[in-house]
């Protein structure tokens, strides 16, 4: 038995450059089509999230002797840390979190706010040197559960070192002005609990996107220019036998192929709805067992 535990954009690209995926995309760079999978790349999922930053009077009590740095000769609080003792490194990094539902006729919450004692725009080049270089802020984080944009990844060539086409397609799907809104609101409720007492009162001012960033369609302008996500997933996905688009079983194997199952975040066939650590340990404990129960059938 074969077992395949892939990341989910890079096991796109080594199922295709193997000859498995859609016939006509294989051939336009020159692979031989083993199996025909349409699926393979397509149902690209994710997370929208959008972040607000305020800049406060003073630091957390957290960050008292930590300066962020990985030695341990500038960062007392690293050098703490690591002889085994729990300090602000020992955390994840949000220090509250609330669910919500952005509409009435939603049935579940759609909506997930968690607050960093940070600078985070998102995970975006250099951002961690935005963290250090950015004490005493704080930083809304508005995640979309559900999106409706679907994407793809697809190939530039046949070399498994050539670059990936990877099309996100944020806010293409047919209710994706819906998305928007949903996070435009949660922009403007977080900024309502920004301007409560007793918050208020350690406040100097909001730094991203900034306080001109008022209207509709500046915050828009926000969303639209700072969304991110880091939970991709669904490119390889789990469905029924008449699913023309399902490339794998519902014991993870590689439809048409033999010996090769796909065990990660592309598996799944819609994204979870918070994050996605825990139903990943969840599918692994699922292939686990059907793996383990297939070679005691063999």
Request: charged residues 20%; negative net charge.
């Amino acid at each position: 038995m074969v077992k395949c535990y892939l990341f989910p954009v890079y096991g796109v690209l080594i199922v295709v450059v193997s000859g498995i995926g859609d016939r006509e995309h294989l051939q336009q760079f020159g692979i031989e089509s083993v199996v025909h999978l349409p699926g393979v790349g397509m149902n690209m999922q994710d997370h929208d999230k959008i972040s607000v930053t305020w800049r406060m009077k003073q630091n957390y009590s957290i960050f008292d002797g930590c300066v962020l740095l990985p030695d341990t000769e500038q960062d007392p609080c690293l050098a703490y840390y690591l002889e085994g003792h729990q300090n602000l490194y020992s955390f994840g990094g949000a220090i509250t979190s609330v669910t919500s539902k952005s509409r009435p006729e939603y049935t579940e919450p759609d909506m997930l706010t968690y607050w960093e004692p940070a600078y985070f725009q998102g995970f975006v080049r250099g951002f961690s040197q935005d963290l250090v270089d950015n004490p005493n802020t704080v930083t809304a984080v508005h995640l979309k559960t559900h999106p409706s944009s679907k994407g793809t990844v697809r190939l530039t060539g046949s070399h498994p070192q050539d670059l990936l086409d990877i099309q996100k397609n944020h806010f293409q799907g047919e209710n994706g002005l819906r998305d928007v809104e949903d996070l435009r609101n949660a922009i403007k409720h977080s900024r309502e609990v920004m301007k409560t007492l007793p918050v208020a009162l350690h406040v100097v001012e909001e730094i991203f996107p900034g306080d001109d960033a008022q209207s509709d369609e500046a915050i828009d302008a926000h969303i639209y220019n700072n969304i991110f996500g880091h939970h991709i997933c669904c490119t390889n996905a789990m469905g029924a036998d008449d699913d023309e688009y399902a490339v794998l079983d519902g014991d993870f194997r590689v439809r048409g192929v033999q010996n090769l199952r796909v065990i990660d975040a592309s598996s799944w066939p819609i994204v979870p709805g918070y994050f996605v650590t825990t139903p990943f340990y969840m599918a692994s404990e699922k292939a686990a067992d059907v793996i383990i129960a297939a070679a005691k059938s063999d």
